[in-house]
């Protein structure tokens, strides 16, 4: 790397770029290495792809531990086309000043191909639950019991929400509207061919790599410094220009878009969140597609005794359009994979500001265990609005059990989340209970709240019952909802007698 200084005081820099500035030079390197490992015209392609394939082989040793315990093909299966159970049982327990306990659990059945499901809630506090909510859903209906409180099971109709609630009581009597086209439409069901999978992606940003391929050239390099050979990758400037300016036109007309963009919009509820939401995205994928070069992109890969991809960095500076400058230094140093140690990352000088996107991991992975701590750095040389994300998790792969981390400091304060657990139970067909027996949540070193839970998931032949007769919520008049509030009322009032 350049900018006029060495390596050792760029990491003292600190680290980042804009999310839109890294996934721009982060896809570019992608696609030359795409192309480096499917190459077989002369000696540097080749050795480089030998590399490549080392380093997929060592990504796969990585590879989800409870895959080969968990049959996830099957719950997926039963998922889409069958009914599951879940029940959830969570224990939290409030540290702020007064000690306060507090339990809830949902015992859930549902059915996304038939598109209904019901939900039995239960609150309770120092290990004492009652029932407090029936709830049955289909989808644009939505049924609500409150068998403590009241007789009546309500129903809700989810279409056309904000018309309806807007011409109903309680509009005036909350003194408030929802959007006239408010809607909500429950089990929405993924798109047959499953567009928005990590293939349709791939797919999108390789469609029109071939001027990539075309302007890609190879050569056999060493580093006088470090004895070590490797080969560098050239692709010209006009080239990766004209690739960015495919690849956005590319993400625009892709279904991989159109179908993210319809769940989001599905989601937003109304027609002005809906179209915030879509400026919101198709302005982040101009931005991430806007980098344009002056320089040639250019990276080394450099080798280990053997064979191995130990270091993927920039000879020099390459330089932007709109004159910043870009570096990459990423090392892999780990000894039985050197993959299970990685620091470096990507970095940006703009005017006299240096910022840098870094990463760094340590893993180990065995028979019996699976341990990864990695660090994500987003820091400017000032200092000013520096970022911290880590994970670290150790996973038992024999007993299943687990012992996490999950930390992010930020300019607005620090979280930090801890848990340990195990997965047991586990059965034909996908079934499995996941245990948190004890987690904590802290916010700028103060803890928060500590919790427990069971989550319980499972195929199963039973199904969900929708209730037969109901009052419609959205249709009581004035004194309906007067005669329901008395009636939930002199329930709570039993209560307090008992």
């Given at each position: 790397?350049?900018?006029?200084?060495?390596?050792?005081?760029?990491?003292n820099?600190?680290?980042?770029?804009?999310?839109?500035?890294?996934?721009?030079?982060?896809?570019?390197?992608?696609?030359?290495?795409f192309?480096?490992?499917?190459?077989f015209?002369?000696?540097?392609?080749l050795?480089?792809?030998?590399?490549?394939?080392?380093?997929?082989?060592?990504?796969?040793?990585?590879?989800?531990?409870l895959?080969?315990?968990?049959?996830?093909?099957?719950?997926?299966?039963?998922?889409?086309?069958?009914?599951?159970?879940?029940?959830?049982?969570?224990?939290?327990?409030?540290?702020?000043?007064e000690?306060?306990?507090?339990?809830?659990?949902?015992d859930?059945?549902?059915n996304?191909?038939?598109?209904?499901?019901?939900?039995?809630?239960?609150?309770?506090?120092?290990?004492?639950?009652?029932?407090?909510?029936?709830?049955?859903?289909?989808?644009?209906?939505?049924?609500?019991?409150?068998p403590?409180?009241?007789?009546?099971?309500?129903?809700?109709?989810?279409?056309?929400?904000?018309?309806?609630?807007?011409?109903s009581?309680?509009?005036?009597?909350?003194?408030?509207?929802?959007?006239?086209?408010y809607?909500?439409?429950?089990?929405?069901?993924?798109?047959?061919?499953n567009?928005?999978?990590?293939e349709?992606?791939?797919?999108?940003?390789?469609?029109?790599?071939?001027?990539?391929?075309?302007?890609t050239?190879?050569?056999?390099?060493?580093?006088?410094?470090t004895?070590?050979?490797?080969?560098?990758?050239?692709?010209?400037?006009?080239?990766v220009?004209?690739?960015?300016?495919?690849?956005?036109?590319?993400?625009?007309?892709?279904?991989?878009?159109?179908t993210?963009?319809d769940?989001?919009m599905?989601?937003?509820?109304?027609?002005?969140?809906?179209?915030?939401?879509?400026?919101?995205?198709d302005?982040?994928?101009e931005q991430?597609?806007?980098?344009?070069?002056?320089?040639?992109?250019?990276?080394?890969?450099?080798f280990?005794?053997k064979?191995?991809i130990?270091?993927?960095?920039?000879?020099?500076?390459m330089?932007?359009?709109?004159?910043?400058?870009?570096?990459?230094?990423?090392?892999?140093?780990?000894?039985a994979?050197?993959?299970?140690?990685?620091?470096?990352g990507i970095?940006?000088?703009?005017?006299?500001?240096?910022?840098?996107?870094?990463m760094?991991?340590?893993?180990?992975?065995?028979e019996?265990?699976?341990?990864?701590?990695?660090?994500?750095?987003?820091q400017?040389?000032?200092?000013?609005?520096?970022?911290?994300?880590?994970?670290?998790?150790?996973f038992?792969?024999?007993?299943?059990?687990?012992d996490?981390?999950?930390?992010?400091?930020?300019?607005d304060?620090?979280?930090?989340f801890?848990?340990?657990?195990?997965f047991?139970?586990?059965a034909?067909?996908?079934?499995?209970?996941?245990?948190?027996?004890?987690?904590?949540?802290a916010?700028?070193?103060?803890?928060?709240?500590?919790?427990?839970?069971?989550?319980?998931?499972?195929?199963?032949?039973?199904?969900?019952?929708?209730?037969?007769?109901?009052?419609?919520?959205?249709?009581?008049?004035?004194?309906?909802?007067?005669?329901?509030v008395?009636?939930?009322?002199?329930s709570?009032?039993?209560?307090?007698?008992?």
């Open positions: 790397m350049e900018f006029g200084m060495n390596t050792e005081k760029k990491r820099t600190g680290l980042i770029i804009g999310i839109a500035v890294a996934a721009v030079v982060a896809v570019v390197a992608a696609v030359a290495v192309f480096a490992g499917r190459a015209g002369s000696k540097p392609e050795r480089l792809q030998a590399a490549v394939a080392k380093m997929a082989a060592e990504m796969a040793q990585y590879g989800s531990s895959s080969g315990k968990i049959d996830y093909q099957a719950l997926n299966e039963a998922w889409e086309t069958g009914a599951i159970h879940l029940n959830t049982d969570v224990s939290v327990t409030i540290t702020d000043g000690t306060t306990n507090a339990e809830f659990s949902v859930a059945l549902f996304e191909s038939q598109k209904k499901g019901t939900y039995d809630i239960g609150v309770g506090m120092y290990g004492f639950q009652i029932p407090f909510a029936n709830v049955a859903a289909t989808s644009d209906t939505l049924y609500i019991s409150l403590q409180f009241l007789k009546d099971t309500y129903h809700v109709e989810l279409t056309n929400l904000g018309e309806k609630f807007n011409s009581e309680w509009a005036e009597l909350l003194d408030t509207t929802l959007p006239e086209d809607s909500v439409e429950l089990f929405q069901k993924r798109k047959a061919d567009v928005g999978t990590t349709n992606f791939i797919s999108v940003i390789t469609k029109s790599d071939a001027v990539i391929k075309e302007n050239t190879f050569e056999n390099i060493k580093n006088k410094e004895g070590r050979a490797g080969v560098r990758v050239t692709v010209a400037k006009d080239a220009n004209q690739y960015m300016e495919a690849l956005k036109a590319d993400i625009f007309a892709s279904d991989f878009y159109e993210y963009m769940g989001l599905e989601r937003a509820g109304d027609a002005s969140e809906a179209a915030r939401l879509k400026k919101m995205c302005e982040f994928i991430s597609t806007a980098m344009r070069f002056k320089t040639d992109y250019v990276l080394d890969y450099y280990d005794e064979g191995r130990v270091n993927i960095s920039s000879p020099a500076d330089e932007t359009v709109d004159g910043a400058l870009a570096a990459v230094d990423i090392r892999f140093s780990g000894e994979r050197a993959l299970d140690v990685i620091e470096g970095y940006i000088k703009n005017g006299g500001k240096i910022t840098h996107l870094g760094e991991r340590n893993a180990s992975v065995s019996s265990a699976y341990k990864e701590d990695i660090k994500v750095l987003w400017t040389d000032d200092h000013g609005r520096d970022m911290t994300f880590s994970y670290v998790n150790d038992n792969k024999e007993d299943l059990s687990y996490m981390e999950l930390m992010a400091d930020v300019p304060g620090k979280l930090f801890a848990a340990d657990g195990e047991t139970d586990i034909e067909g996908g079934a499995y209970t996941l245990r948190v027996n004890n987690a904590s949540l916010v700028d070193d103060e803890e928060l709240c500590y919790l427990s839970a069971v989550v319980e998931l499972e195929p199963t032949e039973e199904e969900p019952e929708i209730p037969g007769e109901s009052v419609d919520l959205l249709g009581m008049s004035m004194q309906d909802i007067q005669k329901m008395y009636e939930a009322l002199a709570v009032r039993k209560f307090d007698y008992e």
